[in-house]
């Protein structure tokens, strides 16, 4: 008996000093392949007596399972030790940077997010969104709307012209929405509730002041639109909009040739440090002109201002970004400085719902 | 328009603070933009008396004076004054204040041995006048101890408010006072004016000399001589309220006037009667004519402006200025005194064609109370007579004063109407009647009331316009807030227009495509404009604000262009920009489109800017752009099978580099590429710079569908099989032409087709290119074989060789 622990000795001392799988297969092959060791010695088994065989016999294949299983554990540790290696020839520098993707670099213009954040809740009241040309005609940029002939509130609005065209007729650019309220008050009969905003121009240009701005009005025409309905609309838009829970408002009689009443509105906010915040503090700011349409405008759009009414306000659409989202200057709007885009713009998929809240 | 508090209270009897008049001021329209209380930088000068004034031991010059300022101790001041003496009473300012005409603040302090405890004042220190002779030399019984600001009348706020050019009736001292009554701050004095019963013609006829046709440019001409007056310095209180609301003071003749413009609304003028040539005539100018006016300025005259004239030639620009030549100075003994109604719209011109800004002008062109012109001129004439005595002669008036009768039917429901406000009638009856409104009853119907227009309110015409006075007396903050209910009580419905939602999703995608979204002028110069297929004659401003911002953009390309060029220069070279907006293709109201564009410079390409490990660096070029074309037509779910490529696109391309997206010669949506090279030049701009430009008009609209139900899912039981061919073909075949002719072999199997290599170089002939495409195959009924495949990859390279010239590459 002692044969075979001699044996699994030897082959035990083989299989431990295979380094590599190929080795470890020819040790398998010396000891259990068909010429092998342990093989030899199972094919003595014939020609012994059976007492003599069951004994052996049990002695020889407990020689084999053990190589056997030495063989594999053996195995198993080498291909660990194989894929340790192989796994740490693969490493790679995982500080390395990757390209930042294209969405995350991306900007949308301040003007843009807050166009539809406008959209976002005038879209809930029931306002559809109104355009028109920039290129206009004095009548629909002054003499529907009621600007007299020469008289001074036109002269407030330093008027871009083109030159005359063959029939003598002047066009120029919008200096405000408001034509686009007459072409939809043309174009369609009441009830109306539009939202028109879009590029205006006037021939002024300082520190607050740039030739190209963007306005945005709404016009609201039906039997009953009341002054106290304008009120609540700018209430709740500018609530929305600044996205705080109150806002206290101040209504000044003020003018407008195409409002009767008109009135400019004052938010109540604070100043700290350069930074405006509404719904708190002892400041009015200035945020936007309201008023009902005058009846003039109305009939200009034959529409007959004893059986309809309404109303209809404008506001800056560069200013309500500024107040909101701390703008210091209006000139660098247009000026597309990729840092201050890079600064000021939105991300492409900060889109503004009311589901979710404006700014998320 | 600007006034103090005593001024007012002339007009008004109140016992309202100025606080509450300013609040209230606000609240009905007249915004007060501005309150300042001269007394305040004063406060710290008293009123004191010099006991004892002794010459200083140490200089010649000095005095050492005890002063009782009325609190405590006298206290000792060292003044270099000639004329403080014992016993006078002057003004006296402690250590710590500042001295304004110094602009020091001034301590305790020792001069040449002599201690010193605070000042005593001249009126150049307190900037009161430029008189610093001396310190101020009061009147004996001057309270000792009193703010001498209060003594002196210097405390008066000044109040101003930024009048709305609807409201000539408040441009007037008067006029705010009445606003303000009708609030309910007090009460008006009532300002009736006593005829003047003068004596004899005014020696000098005032004639209008006027077409029939012009006969509105001047409804009424008043005139009036005052004889044997003697001019010269106005009073103290005239000359100070001029000076508080920032006027000049000149003589008495002349302060007059100005006072009454603003305290009346009633602009006047006055002519040196011995300047005068004959008659006084209203006419149009004449070309070649000219007048030297009271700022010392020529005008050039000519027939669009009214003049008033001698014999001699102009004498005043009517309404707006008054010529230097017959102006009353200290000389005059006569005077003339003008009170005339001009045409608005014809003074609004002349001001703005001679670009003169005047107190007369300002109140002229918004409308002046017609009624107040005979008026005027009495209450201008009383107060020469009071101020500089002379007899007055019977007023001359040429024309006629209109007597406006304006009268407006008034549902007293209208107010509720527009308002949502519910106000008691005889409050509102109450407010009007106080504006000056006359109320008739309508004895058929007490629910209206028939309303008469006062005068002095041009701007009132209707009904909204009573609204308007009624509510902004009522106070607007009456008004409650009520909900404008949705149109219908449904969930909101989608509002916006194809064109709309394809904009703002062309935003988002070009964003996310890692463009940042510029905004950049409508306008562009000429010459861009030109070299970007614009430049129409019509489209060019005949006022531009500056030569490079002269004409309306025909494309966005410029604009973007131009903002990558200034980022280069401030160091940014990768800029990756783009724009949604209009361009115009001519002046009509259907000629404004709504484009897209988009710009890559330097190395911002698709894949990212700038140098990155494991990445060859490359620059932006014609495939970036064509990629963000496309994957912004993708984005618009515009559906791209039928879009061909084109080579080449419009001049400012690149022609080898460019390409235009198409839906057919005469559907052409956009195009892509590089830019040509003297375009960059053009710019001063370092390239290359990839770009494109889609116009989302053009787009084609997508197929009306009945339901939102897609489409069946077609998903094959076999598997797909991808083969490869290898063709060599000349260098000028399109890769285009390729597939289309390989699409031909099968279009059934043949499911896509992708180019994987394009190859110029060594093994292939010159002038020859290499291209493997490969062809994705999807058996339907059954597993394909190697006869099948063999069988249509023949026909795949006869099709490509038949129609380009390809061959197999060996």
Avoid at chain 2, 245 to 250: A, N
Avoid at chain 2, 680 to 685: I, Q, T, Y
Wanted: proline fraction near 6%; aromatic fraction near 6%; include cysteine.
């Amino acid at each position: 008996m002692t044969d075979t622990i001699e044996l699994e000795k030897s082959i035990a001392i083989e299989i431990e000093a295979a380094a590599t799988e190929a080795a470890l297969e020819a040790v398998r092959v010396s000891a259990l392949g068909k010429k092998g060791s342990v093989s030899a010695l199972l094919a003595t088994l014939g020609k012994m007596s059976p007492d003599e065989r069951k004994l052996r016999g049990a002695a020889i294949n407990t020689l084999k399972d053990a190589v056997s299983a030495t063989l594999a554990s053996k195995r198993d540790r080498l291909r660990a030790a194989a894929l340790t290696e192989r796994l740490q020839r693969e490493a790679v520098d995982v500080t390395l940077p990757v390209r930042d993707e294209a969405v995350t670099l991306g900007r949308i213009h301040p003007i843009t997010q807050v166009m539809d954040e406008l959209t976002a809740i005038f879209a809930d009241m029931g306002f559809s969104i109104a355009e028109g040309p920039d290129v206009e005609t004095d009548f629909y940029n002054f003499t529907a709307l009621n600007f007299p002939e020469g008289h001074p509130a036109r002269e407030m609005h330093d008027t871009f012209f083109f030159k005359p065209d063959a029939q003598g007729e002047r066009k120029l650019l919008r200096t405000h929405t408001s034509p686009v309220q007459i072409r939809t008050m043309l174009g369609k009969a009441p009830p109306i509730r539009v939202i028109c905003p879009g590029r205006t121009y006037r021939c002024d240009s300082d520190q607050t002041h740039t030739p190209m701005f963007h306005q945005v009005e709404g016009l609201v025409i039906d039997r009953t639109a009341n002054l106290a309905n304008l009120k609540w609309v700018l209430q709740e838009f500018c609530r929305a909009f600044f996205e705080v829970d109150q806002v206290k408002m101040r209504f000044r009689p003020s003018f407008f040739p195409f409002t009767e009443p008109s009135m400019e509105v004052d938010i109540q906010c604070s100043r700290q440090g350069g930074e405006i915040r509404f719904g708190e503090g002892n400041d009015w700011l200035e945020i936007l002109g309201c008023g009902m349409v005058h009846p003039n405008v109305l009939r200009h759009c034959n529409i007959d201002p004893d059986e309809y009414q309404g109303f209809a306000w404008g506001m800056g659409i560069d200013r309500i970004a500024m107040l909101k989202y701390g703008m210091p200057d209006l000139r660098p709007f247009f000026e597309a400085d990729v840092r201050w885009l890079k600064h000021y713009g939105f991300r492409p998929l900060d889109i503004p719902t009311l589901a979710g809240g404006l700014t998320g | 328009m600007k006034f103090t508090l005593s001024w007012l209270k002339e007009h008004l009897d109140t016992t309202a603070a100025l606080d509450e008049i300013v609040e209230t001021l606000t609240r009905i329209g007249l915004e007060v933009e501005r309150v300042e209380d001269p007394g305040a930088r004063l406060a710290a000068f008293t009123i004191a008396r010099v006991i004892e004034a002794t010459q200083h031991p140490n200089a010649d010059r000095l005095r050492v004076c005890m002063v009782d300022t009325g609190k405590g101790a006298p206290v000792q001041v060292v003044c270099g004054a000639p004329n403080a003496r014992t016993g006078m009473v002057s003004v006296f300012s402690p250590p710590g204040t500042y001295i304004p005409g110094k602009d020091i603040t001034i301590g305790e302090g020792v001069i040449r041995g002599v201690d010193s405890k605070g000042m005593l004042c001249s009126e150049a220190e307190l900037e009161l006048s430029t008189d610093h002779d001396g310190i101020i030399d009061l009147p004996l019984d001057a309270p000792i101890g009193a703010a001498y600001a209060a003594y002196a009348g210097l405390d008066d706020p000044v109040i101003e408010i930024n009048l709305t050019p609807n409201r000539p009736d408040a441009a007037s001292v008067y006029g705010i006072a009445r606003d303000l009554a009708a609030a309910g701050l007090g009460t008006l004095r009532r300002g009736a004016v006593t005829p003047v019963a003068g004596r004899g013609a005014p020696g000098v006829t005032a004639r209008l000399d006027l077409a029939d046709a012009d006969s509105h440019l001047a409804p009424a001409f008043a005139l009036r001589r005052v004889r044997g007056v003697k001019n010269g310095p106005s009073p103290e209180w005239l000359r100070r309220r001029l000076v508080s609301i920032g006027l000049r003071p000149i003589n008495a003749l002349v302060d007059i006037t100005n006072y009454l413009t603003f305290d009346r609304g009633r602009p006047l003028h006055v002519f040196d009667a011995a300047k005068v040539a004959g008659d006084l005539v209203v006419r149009r100018g004449r070309a070649g004519e000219a007048l030297t006016a009271l700022d010392g300025r020529s005008y050039a005259l000519d027939t669009d402006v009214l003049v008033i004239a001698d014999e001699r030639g102009p004498e005043s620009i009517a309404g707006i200025m008054g010529g230097e030549a017959s102006g009353c100075d200290e000389s005059t003994t006569d005077v003339l005194i003008e009170s005339a109604l001009w045409d608005a719209l014809m003074i609004a011109r002349t001001g703005r064609k001679l670009g003169i800004n005047t107190d007369a002008r300002y109140r002229f062109e918004r409308g002046v109370d017609p009624a107040f012109c005979v008026p005027g001129l009495d209450l201008a004439t009383a107060m020469v007579v009071d101020l500089c005595g002379g007899t007055p002669s019977e007023h001359a008036l040429a024309g006629a004063v209109p007597q406006p009768d304006r009268r407006i039917v008034f549902p007293w429901s209208e107010v509720a109407r527009l308002t949502g406000l519910e106000l008691p009638q005889s409050e509102m009856a109450r407010s009007l009647e106080r504006l000056g409104f006359e109320l008739s009853s309508d004895e058929g119907d007490n629910n209206r009331v028939f309303v008469r227009v006062p005068s002095w309110r041009p701007d009132v015409h209707g009904k909204a316009d009573l609204v308007e006075e009624v509510v902004r007396l009522a106070g607007l903050d009456q008004v409650a807030p009520v909900p404008l209910a949705r149109p219908t009580p449904s969930v909101p419905r989608p509002v916006l227009t194809l064109l709309q939602k394809r904009a703002r999703l062309a935003k988002r995608t070009l964003a996310s495509c890692g463009l940042l979204e510029a905004v950049t002028w409508s306008f562009v110069s000429r010459e861009r404009a030109l070299l970007f297929g614009g430049g129409r004659e019509e489209l060019a401003l005949a006022n531009p604000i500056a030569a490079d911002l002269s004409d309306m953009r025909p494309s966005l390309l410029p604009g973007l262009i131009a903002a990558a060029e200034r980022n280069a220069r401030r160091g940014m070279s990768d800029a990756a920009l783009f724009e949604v907006g209009q361009i115009f293709l001519g002046a009509g109201e259907n000629d404004q489109r709504v484009a897209a564009a988009g710009l890559r410079q330097g190395t911002a390409r698709v894949a990212g800017a700038g140098r990155q490990w494991g990445e060859k660096t490359d620059r932006a070029g014609v495939f970036d752009a064509k990629a963000d074309a496309l994957n912004l037509l993708t984005s618009l779910g515009v559906a791209t099978g039928g879009l061909q490529i084109v080579a080449g696109g419009p001049s400012y391309f690149h022609p080898g580099r460019s390409g235009t997206l198409q839906f057919g010669p005469k559907a052409v949506i956009g195009h892509f590429g590089e830019l040509h090279p003297t375009i960059l030049d053009a710019f001063d701009a370092e390239g290359p710079m990839a770009c494109f430009e889609i116009v989302l008009d053009t787009l084609p609209q997508p197929k009306a569908k009945p339901t939102k139900v897609k489409g069946k899912l077609d998903l094959p039981e076999l598997m797909p099989v991808e083969r490869d061919f290898a063709f060599v073909v000349d260098r000028g075949v399109q890769a285009a032409d390729i597939l289309k002719a390989a699409q031909a072999a099968d279009r059934a199997l043949i499911t896509r087709l992708a180019v994987f290599d394009v190859y110029e170089g060594a093994g292939v002939p010159e002038g020859k290119k290499s291209i493997g495409i490969a062809a994705t195959l999807q058996p339907r009924e059954r597993t394909l074989t190697e006869a099948d495949l063999e069988s249509l990859g023949r026909r795949i390279v006869e099709e490509v060789g038949k129609k380009t010239g390809a061959v197999l590459r060996g």
